[in-house]
Protein backbone atom coordinates (compact mmCIF):
# COMPACT_ATOMS: atom_id res chain seq x y z
CA UNK A 1 0.00 0.00 0.00
CA UNK A 2 0.88 3.47 -0.62
CA UNK A 3 2.68 5.62 2.26
CA UNK A 4 0.83 8.85 3.04
CA UNK A 5 2.88 12.28 2.75
CA UNK A 6 2.41 15.37 3.81
CA UNK A 7 1.39 14.46 7.56
CA UNK A 8 2.83 16.07 10.56
CA UNK A 9 2.87 14.01 13.84
CA UNK A 10 2.79 15.79 16.89
CA UNK A 11 1.67 12.30 18.61
CA UNK A 12 3.67 9.65 20.54
CA UNK A 13 2.24 6.15 20.70
CA UNK A 14 2.06 4.33 24.02
CA UNK A 15 3.38 1.41 22.30
CA UNK A 16 6.72 4.14 21.93
CA UNK A 17 6.57 4.43 25.43
CA UNK A 18 8.89 3.56 28.53
CA UNK A 19 6.73 1.51 31.12
CA UNK A 20 7.53 4.88 33.53
CA UNK A 21 6.25 7.10 30.59
CA UNK A 22 3.43 4.64 30.22
CA UNK A 23 2.94 4.76 33.81
CA UNK A 24 2.84 8.49 34.11
CA UNK A 25 0.25 8.15 30.98
CA UNK A 26 -2.31 5.90 31.90
CA UNK A 27 -2.15 7.82 35.19
CA UNK A 28 -3.05 11.83 34.22
CA UNK A 29 -6.48 12.99 34.53
CA UNK A 30 -7.26 13.34 31.07
CA UNK A 31 -6.19 9.76 30.60
CA UNK A 32 -8.56 8.71 33.44
CA UNK A 33 -11.30 9.86 32.69
CA UNK A 34 -11.54 10.95 28.74
CA UNK A 35 -15.45 11.73 28.36
CA UNK A 36 -16.39 15.73 28.08
CA UNK A 37 -16.75 16.87 32.09
CA UNK A 38 -16.99 20.84 32.91
CA UNK A 39 -13.34 21.59 33.04
CA UNK A 40 -13.22 21.80 36.93
CA UNK A 41 -13.35 18.42 37.24
CA UNK A 42 -9.60 17.23 37.75
CA UNK A 43 -9.17 14.12 38.67
CA UNK A 44 -4.89 14.39 39.24
CA UNK A 45 -5.36 15.10 42.90
CA UNK A 46 -7.57 12.17 43.70
CA UNK A 47 -5.16 9.90 41.21
CA UNK A 48 -1.95 10.69 42.72
CA UNK A 49 -3.42 10.40 46.29
CA UNK A 50 -4.54 6.68 45.27
CA UNK A 51 -1.51 5.71 43.96
CA UNK A 52 0.87 6.74 46.64
CA UNK A 53 -1.65 4.45 49.12
CA UNK A 54 -1.83 1.53 46.81
CA UNK A 55 1.44 1.14 44.57
CA UNK A 56 3.73 -1.66 46.15
CA UNK A 57 1.08 -4.12 45.83
CA UNK A 58 -0.56 -2.55 48.98
CA UNK A 59 -4.06 -2.58 47.64
CA UNK A 60 -4.52 -6.50 48.41
CA UNK A 61 -4.00 -5.87 52.47
CA UNK A 62 -6.50 -3.27 52.04
CA UNK A 63 -8.93 -5.68 50.56
CA UNK A 64 -8.05 -8.44 53.03
CA UNK A 65 -8.38 -6.12 56.00
CA UNK A 66 -11.59 -5.29 54.82
CA UNK A 67 -10.73 -1.06 54.25
CA UNK A 68 -11.97 -1.91 51.02
CA UNK A 69 -14.07 -5.22 50.72
CA UNK A 70 -15.58 -5.46 47.47
CA UNK A 71 -15.15 -3.64 43.71
CA UNK A 72 -19.68 -3.93 44.04
CA UNK A 73 -21.04 -0.71 43.27
CA UNK A 74 -17.41 1.04 43.81
CA UNK A 75 -17.06 2.21 40.56
CA UNK A 76 -19.26 5.26 39.30
CA UNK A 77 -21.66 4.19 35.58
CA UNK A 78 -22.62 7.35 33.54
CA UNK A 79 -25.00 5.45 30.82
CA UNK A 80 -24.56 7.79 27.56
CA UNK A 81 -26.72 7.87 24.26
CA UNK A 82 -25.00 7.41 21.18
CA UNK A 83 -27.52 7.78 18.69
CA UNK A 84 -30.70 10.37 19.98
CA UNK A 85 -32.14 7.16 20.29
CA UNK A 86 -32.51 3.71 21.88
CA UNK A 87 -28.57 3.08 21.80
CA UNK A 88 -27.53 3.37 25.15
CA UNK A 89 -23.36 2.73 26.43
CA UNK A 90 -22.46 2.68 30.08
CA UNK A 91 -19.32 4.40 30.76
CA UNK A 92 -17.81 3.70 34.17
CA UNK A 93 -15.06 5.83 35.98
CA UNK A 94 -12.84 2.96 38.01
CA UNK A 95 -12.24 3.45 41.88
CA UNK A 96 -9.26 5.46 41.75
CA UNK A 97 -7.55 2.46 44.28
CA UNK A 98 -8.56 -0.18 41.87
CA UNK A 99 -7.34 2.24 38.63
CA UNK A 100 -4.12 2.94 40.45
CA UNK A 101 -3.24 -0.36 41.31
CA UNK A 102 -4.24 -1.98 37.54
CA UNK A 103 -1.63 0.72 36.21
CA UNK A 104 0.72 -0.12 38.42
CA UNK A 105 0.34 -3.62 37.65
CA UNK A 106 0.79 -3.44 33.50
CA UNK A 107 3.36 -0.57 33.75
CA UNK A 108 5.30 -3.07 36.07
CA UNK A 109 8.95 -3.18 33.82
CA UNK A 110 9.15 -7.12 33.33
CA UNK A 111 5.09 -6.55 32.99
CA UNK A 112 5.16 -3.64 30.01
CA UNK A 113 8.07 -5.10 28.13
CA UNK A 114 5.96 -8.65 27.68
CA UNK A 115 2.97 -6.15 26.16
CA UNK A 116 5.71 -4.43 24.01
CA UNK A 117 6.80 -8.11 22.64
CA UNK A 118 3.29 -9.25 22.20
CA UNK A 119 2.07 -6.24 20.47
CA UNK A 120 5.40 -6.86 17.98
CA UNK A 121 3.85 -10.14 17.15
CA UNK A 122 0.34 -9.03 16.67
CA UNK A 123 1.52 -5.95 13.83
CA UNK A 124 3.74 -8.30 12.38
CA UNK A 125 1.36 -8.59 9.23
CA UNK A 126 1.72 -5.69 7.34
CA UNK A 127 -1.47 -6.30 5.55
CA UNK A 128 -3.65 -6.23 8.90
CA UNK A 129 -3.14 -2.43 10.25
CA UNK A 130 -3.82 -1.08 14.00
CA UNK A 131 -4.44 2.71 14.30
CA UNK A 132 -6.48 3.20 17.52
CA UNK A 133 -4.07 2.83 19.65
CA UNK A 134 -3.88 5.50 22.52
CA UNK A 135 -1.50 8.22 21.64
CA UNK A 136 -0.25 11.12 24.00
CA UNK A 137 0.47 14.87 22.60
CA UNK A 138 3.96 15.91 22.19
CA UNK A 139 2.81 19.37 20.61
CA UNK A 140 0.75 22.16 21.52
CA UNK A 141 -2.16 19.85 20.95
CA UNK A 142 -4.26 17.93 23.68
CA UNK A 143 -3.94 14.46 23.73
CA UNK A 144 -7.60 13.96 22.32
CA UNK A 145 -7.02 16.29 19.43
CA UNK A 146 -4.20 14.39 18.65
CA UNK A 147 -6.04 11.27 18.91
CA UNK A 148 -8.93 12.61 16.60
CA UNK A 149 -6.44 14.01 14.29
CA UNK A 150 -4.82 10.14 14.25
CA UNK A 151 -8.17 8.75 13.23
CA UNK A 152 -8.24 11.60 10.57
CA UNK A 153 -5.04 11.00 8.97
CA UNK A 154 -4.77 7.11 9.36
CA UNK A 155 -8.23 6.34 8.75
CA UNK A 156 -10.17 8.74 6.82
CA UNK A 157 -7.22 9.90 4.47
CA UNK A 158 -5.94 6.44 4.41
CA UNK A 159 -9.01 4.79 3.20
CA UNK A 160 -9.23 7.78 0.35
CA UNK A 161 -6.02 6.70 -0.90
CA UNK A 162 -7.03 3.19 -0.98
CA UNK A 163 -9.50 4.42 -3.11
CA UNK A 164 -6.23 4.45 -6.25
CA UNK A 165 -5.61 0.86 -5.45
CA UNK A 166 -8.79 -0.99 -4.50
CA UNK A 167 -12.20 -1.45 -5.76
CA UNK A 168 -14.27 -2.84 -3.03
CA UNK A 169 -14.16 -2.13 0.56
CA UNK A 170 -16.39 -3.56 3.03
CA UNK A 171 -16.86 -1.51 6.54
CA UNK A 172 -18.02 -3.30 9.44
CA UNK A 173 -17.96 -2.86 13.19
CA UNK A 174 -17.81 -5.22 16.92
CA UNK A 175 -21.59 -4.94 18.33
CA UNK A 176 -21.38 -3.99 21.65
CA UNK A 177 -16.98 -4.44 21.58
CA UNK A 178 -15.98 -3.35 25.68
CA UNK A 179 -19.07 -5.40 27.03
CA UNK A 180 -18.30 -9.03 24.89
CA UNK A 181 -14.66 -8.60 25.63
CA UNK A 182 -14.39 -12.62 27.95
CA UNK A 183 -11.88 -11.09 30.65
CA UNK A 184 -10.22 -14.82 30.37
CA UNK A 185 -8.90 -13.57 26.81
CA UNK A 186 -6.78 -11.32 27.93
CA UNK A 187 -4.95 -14.31 29.14
CA UNK A 188 -4.67 -15.70 25.66
CA UNK A 189 -3.56 -12.69 24.32
CA UNK A 190 -0.87 -12.10 26.60
CA UNK A 191 0.58 -16.00 26.56
CA UNK A 192 -1.45 -17.97 23.99
CA UNK A 193 -4.50 -19.72 24.53
CA UNK A 194 -3.39 -23.37 24.80
CA UNK A 195 -0.91 -22.13 27.27
CA UNK A 196 -3.53 -19.94 29.45
CA UNK A 197 -5.85 -23.13 29.19
CA UNK A 198 -3.38 -25.77 30.55
CA UNK A 199 -2.52 -23.18 33.65
CA UNK A 200 -6.12 -23.26 34.12
CA UNK A 201 -6.91 -24.19 38.23
CA UNK A 202 -3.56 -24.16 38.82
CA UNK A 203 -3.36 -21.89 42.08
CA UNK A 204 0.60 -21.30 41.80
CA UNK A 205 -0.18 -19.64 38.82
CA UNK A 206 1.60 -16.30 39.28
CA UNK A 207 1.90 -15.14 35.68
CA UNK A 208 1.66 -11.43 34.76
CA UNK A 209 -1.33 -12.68 31.90
CA UNK A 210 -3.34 -14.94 34.92
CA UNK A 211 -3.15 -11.72 36.90
CA UNK A 212 -4.22 -9.21 34.28
CA UNK A 213 -7.27 -10.91 33.64
CA UNK A 214 -8.22 -11.65 37.11
CA UNK A 215 -7.51 -7.78 38.03
CA UNK A 216 -9.77 -6.98 35.84
CA UNK A 217 -12.44 -9.45 36.73
CA UNK A 218 -12.21 -8.04 40.59
CA UNK A 219 -12.39 -4.81 39.98
CA UNK A 220 -15.86 -5.57 38.18
CA UNK A 221 -16.72 -7.85 41.27
CA UNK A 222 -15.72 -10.93 39.74
CA UNK A 223 -17.45 -10.57 36.05
CA UNK A 224 -15.95 -11.95 33.61
CA UNK A 225 -18.15 -10.34 30.61
CA UNK A 226 -17.36 -7.37 29.55
CA UNK A 227 -14.59 -4.52 30.70
CA UNK A 228 -15.12 -0.95 31.63
CA UNK A 229 -15.58 1.59 29.11
CA UNK A 230 -14.29 5.08 29.30
CA UNK A 231 -10.62 6.14 29.34
CA UNK A 232 -6.95 5.87 28.06
CA UNK A 233 -6.11 2.38 30.21
CA UNK A 234 -9.43 0.12 29.42
CA UNK A 235 -8.81 1.29 25.56
CA UNK A 236 -5.60 -0.14 26.02
CA UNK A 237 -6.53 -3.46 27.42
CA UNK A 238 -9.41 -3.95 24.62
CA UNK A 239 -6.30 -3.19 22.18
CA UNK A 240 -4.32 -6.48 24.42
CA UNK A 241 -7.27 -8.40 23.02
CA UNK A 242 -8.07 -7.16 19.57
CA UNK A 243 -4.35 -7.55 18.38
CA UNK A 244 -4.55 -10.60 19.76
CA UNK A 245 -7.85 -11.54 16.89
CA UNK A 246 -5.52 -9.23 14.24
CA UNK A 247 -2.92 -12.01 14.77
CA UNK A 248 -5.94 -14.89 14.61
CA UNK A 249 -6.90 -13.37 11.81
CA UNK A 250 -3.57 -13.22 9.96
CA UNK A 251 -2.86 -16.81 10.71
CA UNK A 252 -6.01 -17.63 9.18
CA UNK A 253 -5.37 -15.51 6.09
CA UNK A 254 -1.89 -17.10 5.20
CA UNK A 255 -3.36 -18.89 1.89
CA UNK A 256 -3.97 -15.12 0.85
CA UNK A 257 -0.50 -13.56 1.39
CA UNK A 258 0.01 -13.60 -2.46
CA UNK A 259 -3.32 -11.63 -2.87
CA UNK A 260 -3.57 -7.74 -2.30
CA UNK A 261 -5.48 -6.83 -0.05
CA UNK A 262 -5.72 -4.52 3.11
CA UNK A 263 -7.64 -4.38 6.47
CA UNK A 264 -7.76 -1.31 8.56
CA UNK A 265 -8.62 -1.18 12.07
CA UNK A 266 -9.54 1.32 14.39
CA UNK A 267 -10.69 0.32 17.72
CA UNK A 268 -13.70 -2.33 16.94
CA UNK A 269 -14.36 -0.65 13.57
CA UNK A 270 -12.49 -2.65 10.28
CA UNK A 271 -12.55 -1.53 6.93
CA UNK A 272 -11.34 -4.35 4.16
CA UNK A 273 -9.85 -3.12 1.18
CA UNK A 274 -9.32 -5.40 -1.96
CA UNK A 275 -9.93 -5.49 -6.13
CA UNK A 276 -12.24 -8.86 -5.55
CA UNK A 277 -15.42 -8.80 -3.87
CA UNK A 278 -15.22 -12.67 -3.52
CA UNK A 279 -11.48 -12.29 -1.58
CA UNK A 280 -12.81 -9.50 0.35
CA UNK A 281 -16.04 -11.43 1.58
CA UNK A 282 -13.66 -14.58 2.63
CA UNK A 283 -11.88 -11.96 4.67
CA UNK A 284 -14.95 -10.91 6.22
CA UNK A 285 -15.98 -14.86 6.99
CA UNK A 286 -12.40 -15.50 8.65
CA UNK A 287 -13.01 -12.13 10.58
CA UNK A 288 -16.38 -13.39 11.91
CA UNK A 289 -14.60 -16.48 12.62
CA UNK A 290 -12.12 -14.99 14.57
CA UNK A 291 -14.17 -12.59 16.78
CA UNK A 292 -16.45 -15.48 17.16
CA UNK A 293 -14.09 -17.33 19.44
CA UNK A 294 -13.79 -15.02 20.70
CA UNK A 295 -17.49 -13.85 22.15
CA UNK A 296 -17.59 -11.13 19.66
CA UNK A 297 -19.66 -10.73 17.18
CA UNK A 298 -20.42 -7.82 14.17
CA UNK A 299 -22.59 -5.69 13.91
CA UNK A 300 -25.02 -6.66 10.94
CA UNK A 301 -26.59 -3.31 10.49
CA UNK A 302 -23.60 -1.92 10.19
CA UNK A 303 -21.48 -3.99 7.96
CA UNK A 304 -21.75 -3.77 3.97
CA UNK A 305 -19.47 -3.59 0.62
CA UNK A 306 -19.18 -0.06 -0.93
CA UNK A 307 -17.41 0.25 -4.26
CA UNK A 308 -17.41 4.04 -4.26
CA UNK A 309 -14.34 4.13 -1.47
CA UNK A 310 -13.72 7.70 -1.63
CA UNK A 311 -17.51 8.66 -0.71
CA UNK A 312 -17.46 5.71 2.03
CA UNK A 313 -14.47 7.13 3.78
CA UNK A 314 -15.52 10.61 5.08
CA UNK A 315 -19.05 10.32 7.57
CA UNK A 316 -22.00 11.59 6.41
CA UNK A 317 -22.60 14.08 8.66
CA UNK A 318 -19.23 15.56 7.69
CA UNK A 319 -19.93 15.22 4.25
CA UNK A 320 -23.72 17.38 4.65
CA UNK A 321 -22.16 19.64 6.79
CA UNK A 322 -19.16 21.10 4.76
CA UNK A 323 -20.98 21.60 1.87
CA UNK A 324 -23.44 23.89 4.10
CA UNK A 325 -20.49 25.84 5.89
CA UNK A 326 -19.06 27.85 2.35
CA UNK A 327 -22.93 29.15 2.18
CA UNK A 328 -23.50 30.32 5.80
CA UNK A 329 -19.63 31.86 6.12
CA UNK A 330 -17.31 31.99 3.21
CA UNK A 331 -14.05 33.30 4.34
CA UNK A 332 -12.55 36.09 3.00
CA UNK A 333 -8.62 37.18 2.37
CA UNK A 334 -8.46 40.69 3.41
CA UNK A 335 -4.63 40.59 2.81
CA UNK A 336 -3.40 39.60 5.96
CA UNK A 337 -5.41 36.61 6.95
CA UNK A 338 -8.94 34.58 6.72
CA UNK A 339 -11.71 36.59 8.11
CA UNK A 340 -15.09 34.44 8.63
CA UNK A 341 -17.57 36.64 6.41
CA UNK A 342 -21.36 35.09 7.71
CA UNK A 343 -23.83 35.24 5.06
CA UNK A 344 -26.57 34.16 7.19
CA UNK A 345 -28.31 35.90 9.85
CA UNK A 346 -27.84 34.64 13.19
CA UNK A 347 -31.36 32.90 13.11
CA UNK A 348 -30.84 31.12 9.84
CA UNK A 349 -27.46 29.91 11.18
CA UNK A 350 -29.08 28.22 14.05
CA UNK A 351 -31.79 26.57 11.51
CA UNK A 352 -29.16 25.27 9.65
CA UNK A 353 -27.48 24.05 12.59
CA UNK A 354 -30.92 22.25 13.56
CA UNK A 355 -31.46 20.43 10.33
CA UNK A 356 -27.85 18.99 10.61
CA UNK A 357 -29.08 17.32 14.11
CA UNK A 358 -32.24 16.20 12.88
CA UNK A 359 -30.70 14.59 10.02
CA UNK A 360 -27.40 13.32 11.59
CA UNK A 361 -28.09 13.38 15.37
CA UNK A 362 -25.12 13.36 17.82
CA UNK A 363 -22.90 13.14 15.11
CA UNK A 364 -19.50 15.06 15.90
CA UNK A 365 -20.75 17.60 13.69
CA UNK A 366 -23.25 19.31 15.37
CA UNK A 367 -20.51 20.15 17.90
CA UNK A 368 -17.96 21.76 15.68
CA UNK A 369 -21.16 23.82 14.14
CA UNK A 370 -22.19 24.41 17.64
CA UNK A 371 -18.44 25.57 18.44
CA UNK A 372 -18.07 27.85 15.31
CA UNK A 373 -21.77 30.08 16.76
CA UNK A 374 -20.34 29.82 19.92
CA UNK A 375 -17.44 32.32 18.42
CA UNK A 376 -19.44 34.12 15.91
CA UNK A 377 -21.44 35.04 19.09
CA UNK A 378 -17.90 36.58 20.68
CA UNK A 379 -17.76 38.61 17.84
CA UNK A 380 -21.03 40.55 18.05
CA UNK A 381 -20.64 44.01 19.74
CA UNK A 382 -24.26 44.12 19.72
CA UNK A 383 -27.03 41.35 19.00
CA UNK A 384 -29.53 42.75 17.49
CA UNK A 385 -31.95 39.78 16.59
CA UNK A 386 -34.80 38.90 19.00
CA UNK A 387 -32.85 36.92 21.76
CA UNK A 388 -35.51 34.49 22.83
CA UNK A 389 -36.37 32.86 19.16
CA UNK A 390 -32.12 32.46 19.44
CA UNK A 391 -32.43 30.44 22.33
Known amino acids: MAVMTGMS ?3 KSVLEMTATEARAFFLKSSSYVNMVLPEYFDFQPVLDFA ?60 NWQKLLDRFELFESNPKIRCISLPVKSTGKKGDTAE ?21 YCIRT ?77 SEKLEDL ?17 SNSKEIAEKIVKALADVLSDLNMH ?19 DKVYWNSRVPIIMPKVWDGKYRRVNYQLTLQKHLLEILWLSKKFPNSGSISKALTSFAKRLDQQNLIEESIEPLI
Open 147 to 167: TILNWWEELEQTSIVNSLEYA
Open 9 to 11: SER
Open 173 to 249: DITNCYGSVYTHTIDWAIRGKDAAKQATGKRNDKSFAHMLDWTVERLQCNQTNGIPQGGELFNFIAEIVLGYSDLLL
Open 51 to 110: FSKVSGGKLKSMINGNILKTAENANYSIILNKDAGYDWREVKIVHPFLYADLVEQITEEG
Open 298 to 316: FNTKKTGLVSDIIESAIKP
Open 257 to 273: NDVDWQVVRYRDDYRIF
